[in-house]
């Protein structure tokens, strides 16, 4: 049984600074990481794989060349393999390209009964690759998953978290299944992961190994374009209440007064 | 013959400003003497580079495309009604508010599309909020939510009406629907769009969102595909004053039963009610962050809320930390709030965190950290003792409030 | 800084780091207060392989040694001193069974280890013999096929947690000397019971208990080595453990060190940072230097006993010493450096200085090591021509 993971490559946002004087990212000693939310669908993958008792994790990225890291760190927590969609003739997909290039891929892989994905990825944030996949894969999904109750070779039990508590949604497999921070706690790799991760073989995949659409993938794949990129005007600082904490707070407070009861 | 690069710098007008290497989002771009040399393992043909250079010395080639279709039959603006046991949820009137002004732009109607099974009665709150037609689909399997059947009932409406714009809500049924529905059509779909604005040249719409946490803003089309869709999270678009006296039109449709079928079941709906004020609605936030230090300590958070009637927020570190549950969280990954007022309490700023809350109408900062970024959002700010603070505050605003 | 480890000790260290920070930190200050033992560790320990850093592949180890163990150690005792001697406790009590265990034994006993799933414990301390080790009066009796051992053994790290002893006890006290056998002890043998956990200063996420033998009968297959064999086996176990206790002293040290800095940057006095005082400076830069001596003693000293040479002794008991010497005097440094703050227990510092002073003591006092450096220090004299 064949379970597939979707990862992806990100900044690692909690790093990344702004520069004051000029307003733009300080792109140094930023390091790239699995999206956060991808580690919590690498290890309920790998949980599947140990509540079914046998079963193949392949952990799929697209992304340029470096993103060979990520796989790798998804096979040093214990994904059996990796496969590196990457080609420049991806560049530039926006979600629907790449969600196309994506379950092409899966498609070549063959026989997944389960797909998993972070809900969303921490640069981008749109939530929508998850989705797009299994609809180009035309299998039911469920999205922000955060319990998988009950499953076997043909079904799935789940819980899927809304903004009020919880849904709790039956669905025939394969199918897709984006998750949460609440479904478990994504563990660390081993010393042996490691040392399978460094000699492990990672293929790379182009346009021409999976069967797609020219037209489908890349720019020239993606609905949406970029025009323009700007930074915000930042918003600027105000007072800064000086004082000892009582004289600090009384200020405050009567500067709220109006706000606060108008 | 080398392969033609979808990018490339013109070498001749490049002066070697280095504008662009600032510029690159994603440091894909070199200067080698005094020239721009673009890696394109790291580029993402975003075009940003494009946009700031002024000797127009970089270029973005796309294939010829088709001759350009037709939009003409596509009109109007419409916006997705979520409605939860029945009530249509405030986002889509937030989104009305939003897509009447876009309609109005455009010379065209603003429309509502309501699933649900016995929801006909919230089509006039629908008009009264800017809706020139309601499409409403009632039937019993369109009660709740369901990937399927809505996919595919909202994919038969758009193909059968063919609307220009459609927008609906970052929620969660939201995303899940609309990712489905634009990948199915192959229509443009942009998330969590902060700005929406109708481009007078091309009428088409420009959807601006941010990205890398916030510190980027991009403004993103789809002109060459149908309907082009955005969605939009709450409380960040403003809803239209009631007006109970408009005139509208309520189009019912119905489909044959394969259509409503659904893969997966819905076997229950659980709900977990947490505090009496809903975050996501509050006037005033209280929120607590590192700063506090303990469970325990979040005490004196909510003393400060309490005495102000304000809502208990809370900065990503408390809610790991287990200080308090996760529906607390504003931030990248918790809830965007829009309140008249937010008091940040022991919170560095943390871009993940700002984007969650620097739309607020005034920020306050309490942090014993005179460095913290947090600063520079806040239009009031304290560097003290947080611990110091914050009872007098809550006192002060007792006596206030009495 | 680059210390020239390999790539594998690199990982060994890169993760136990990651462990130490994402894992053992948050919870090392309940623990210490509480006492409690920390199995939630030791399985996240086991799943990332570390418990076989040092134990031979064919065994279910990582194949490394005495330096890819220290290197461990002192990664998971920057998060905390106590909860890392789950780990390097077990070392300690595995030694015996590496260097001396016949392969049957090994492979009885190492890959559990191996997995993490059961701890070790090394029993050779009694009420009357701690420094003066052949006074021990525990008594091994050869009985047919087996051997009663009777006796109590006190402070053992690990006691009561552990499932396997390695213990020092006296087969023929006329042979002075060599009248002492090592042996190995299951939990589960009726006779071995434990007293209650000792209400310790320091290390106090690791639990020290008495272990008592009440004519607990243990195979004679359970014999290490030969008898007479008893203080060969620990003076050699202590020779391979001390770089271990060494990177346990370092890794506190370094934890002092980091958190003082630290402090430095955020505290300010008369106006500025105190990291900008002059005097706060050089106190820093002193325990700089010398945690950094003492990591690279513990180094060579690791280095040296991996390379199979003979004369170990001396540079063990130096690591050791000076390690232990400088975490004393680096924590409570930290702690001055902290001012009235390092007294509070809402900060991190004054556990580290109550941690550090057990790795004076134990695994053979300062005094002790300073002891074994002279007489290797003379017998080499002796040893050697005038020039």
């Known amino acids: 049984m064949k379970i597939a993971v979707l990862i992806k490559q990100v900044p690692d946002t909690t790093d990344v600074k702004i520069d004051p004087k000029t307003n733009t990212l300080i792109r140094d000693g930023v390091e790239s990481i699995i999206n956060p939310f991808d580690m919590y669908a690498i290890e309920e993958a790998l949980r599947l794989r140990e509540r079914f008792g046998e079963g193949e994790v392949t952990a799929v990225s697209m992304g340029p060349p470096q993103a060979e890291a990520a796989l790798r760190e998804a096979v040093s927590m214990g994904c059996d393999s990796a496969v590196l969609l990457s080609d420049r003739k991806f560049a530039g997909s926006d979600t629907w390209a790449t969600s196309y290039t994506l379950a092409q891929a899966i498609s070549k892989l063959g026989d997944c009964k389960i797909v998993l994905c972070g809900k969303q990825a921490s640069d981008g944030d749109t939530a929508q690759v998850g989705p797009g996949v299994s609809m180009h894969l035309n299998i039911p999904q469920v999205t922000y998953v955060k319990k998988i109750e009950k499953i076997d070779a043909s079904s799935a039990t789940v819980e899927r978290m809304t903004e009020e508590g919880y849904d709790i949604v039956e669905t025939p497999l394969p199918a897709l299944f984006t998750v949460v921070k609440e479904i478990n706690e994504p563990r660390l790799p081993s010393l042996k992961g490691k040392m399978k991760a460094k000699k492990a073989e990672i293929p790379v995949w182009g346009a021409a190994d999976i069967s797609c659409d020219e037209c489908m993938i890349g720019l020239d794949g993606s609905p949406t374009r970029v025009v323009k990129i700007f930074t915000p005007p930042p918003r600027e600082g105000g007072r800064v209440l000086e004082g000892e904490p009582s004289d600090a707070a009384k200020e405050l407070a009567s500067l709220l007064k109006d706000v606060i009861i108008g | 013959m080398a392969e033609k690069q979808p990018i490339q710098v013109i070498l001749d007008k490049c002066t070697g400003c280095t504008l662009c290497v600032k510029a690159c989002p994603f440091g894909a771009i070199e200067m080698k003497d005094r020239k721009a040399v673009i890696d394109l393992a790291k580029c993402t043909l975003c075009g940003a580079c494009v946009e700031v250079c002024k000797f127009d010395a970089i270029t973005i080639e796309k294939k010829e495309k088709k001759a350009p279709v037709d939009f003409s039959i596509y009109k109007d603006v419409w916006v997705f009604a979520e409605q939860k046991k029945g009530k249509v949820q405030s986002v889509a009137y937030e989104l009305l508010g939003k897509g009447r002004e876009l309609a109005d732009k455009l010379g065209v109607r603003c429309c509502a599309v309501l699933l649900g099974e016995g929801v006909e009665g919230e089509c006039d709150e629908l008009i009264a909020r800017g809706a020139d037609k309601v499409y409403l689909v009632d039937a019993p399997q369109l009660k709740a939510y369901q990937d399927d059947p809505y996919t595919r009932v909202l994919i038969e409406l758009i193909s059968k009406y063919k609307p220009e714009i459609v927008l609906c809500g970052a929620t969660t049924i939201g995303r899940s629907l609309i990712s489905r529905v634009a990948v199915t059509i192959r229509a443009g779909l942009t998330a969590d769009c902060t700005g929406l604005d109708i481009d007078d040249k091309d009428k088409i719409l420009l959807q601006t969102r941010p990205a890398f946490g916030g510190n980027i803003m991009a403004t993103i089309i789809s002109p060459d595909y149908r309907p082009q869709m955005a969605t939009v999270r709450h409380k960040v678009m403003k809803e239209l004053k009631a007006d109970p006296g408009r005139k509208g039109e309520i189009i019912k449709d119905e489909f044959p039963s394969d259509i409503y079928d659904s893969r997966s079941k819905l076997l229950d709906v659980v709900e977990e009610i947490e505090e009496t004020v809903n975050l996501a609605e509050a006037d005033i936030i209280v929120s607590g962050g590192r700063g506090v230090g303990s469970k325990e300590n979040f005490s004196i958070i909510r003393e400060l809320a309490l005495s102000m009637n304000a809502a208990v927020g809370a900065s990503r570190s408390a809610v790991d930390a287990d200080w308090i549950p996760y529906s607390h969280q504003v931030g990248q990954t918790g809830k965007t709030v829009c309140p008249k007022v937010y008091i940040a309490c022991g919170i560095s700023g943390q871009i993940q965190h700002l984007i969650g809350m620097k739309s607020s109408d005034v920020i306050v900062a309490i942090n014993k950290d005179p460095d913290a970024p947090i600063f520079s959002v806040a239009t009031y700010g304290i560097v003290d003792d947080l611990f110091k603070v914050l009872p007098i505050l809550t006192d002060q605003f007792k006596q206030i409030l009495k | 800084m680059d210390y020239l480890l390999t790539e594998e000790q690199k990982m060994i260290k890169d993760l136990c780091l990651q462990i130490a920070e994402e894992k053992i930190k948050p919870l090392a200050a309940e623990y210490d207060e509480e006492e409690k033992f920390p199995w939630d560790i030791v399985k996240v320990l086991a799943e990332s392989d570390i418990f076989g850093v040092y134990i031979p592949e064919e065994y279910g180890g990582m194949g490394g040694g005495v330096m890819e163990m220290a290197i461990a150690t002192e990664a998971l005792s920057w998060g905390c001193g106590g909860i890392a001697l789950a780990f390097a406790a077990t070392g300690l009590g595995t030694y015996p069974i590496l260097l001396y265990a016949t392969d049957e034994q090994k492979q009885k006993y190492l890959p559990e280890i191996a997995a993490g799933k059961k701890l070790a414990a090394f029993c050779i301390t009694e009420a009357e013999a701690g420094s003066d080790a052949g006074s021990i009066k525990t008594t091994a009796k050869k009985d047919g096929d087996n051997y009663i051992l009777n006796g109590t053994k006190q402070w053992i790290t690990n006691g009561g947690e552990a499932d396997i002893y390695t213990v020092i006890a006296m087969t023929d006290k006329s042979k002075g000397a060599r009248g002492a056998s090592a042996f190995i002890v299951d939990k589960d043998t009726p006779g071995l019971s434990f007293g209650k956990k000792e209400n310790k200063l320091g290390i106090r996420g690791s639990a020290t ?58 505290r300010r006095q008369f106006g500025s940072t105190i990291s900008s005082f002059q005097g706060i400076q050089w106190m820093l830069a002193d325990m700089a230097t010398q945690v950094e001596a003492s990591r690279a003693l513990i180094y060579s000293a690791a280095r040296m006993v991996d390379s199979g040479a003979k004369d170990i002794a001396k540079i063990s008991a130096m690591c050791k010493m000076y390690a232990s010497d400088t975490a004393m005097k680096v924590t409570t440094d930290a702690v001055q450096i902290f001012g009235g703050y390092g007294y509070m227990k809402e900060y991190p510092v004054e556990k580290l200085m109550r941690d550090a002073k057990i790795t004076q003591i134990y695994e053979g006092t300062n005094q002790i090591q300073r002891s074994v450096i002279a007489s290797a220090l003379i017998k080499e004299g002796l040893g050697k021509k005038k020039r």
């Not at chain 3, 004679?220 to 003076?235: P, Y």
């Not at chain 3, 060494?246 to 506190?252: D, E, L, M, S, T």
Request: glycine residues 8%.
């Open chain 3, 209 to 266: 208990r008495e272990v008592i033998f009440t004519d607990c009968k243990i195979p004679k297959s359970n014999l290490l080595g030969r008898e007479g064999l008893g203080f060969i086996v620990a003076m050699k176990t202590f020779d391979h453990s001390r770089p271990g206790v060494a990177a346990q002293a370092v890794g506190i040290a370094q934890r002092a060190l980091d958190e003082a800095v630290n402090y430095s940057h955020e």
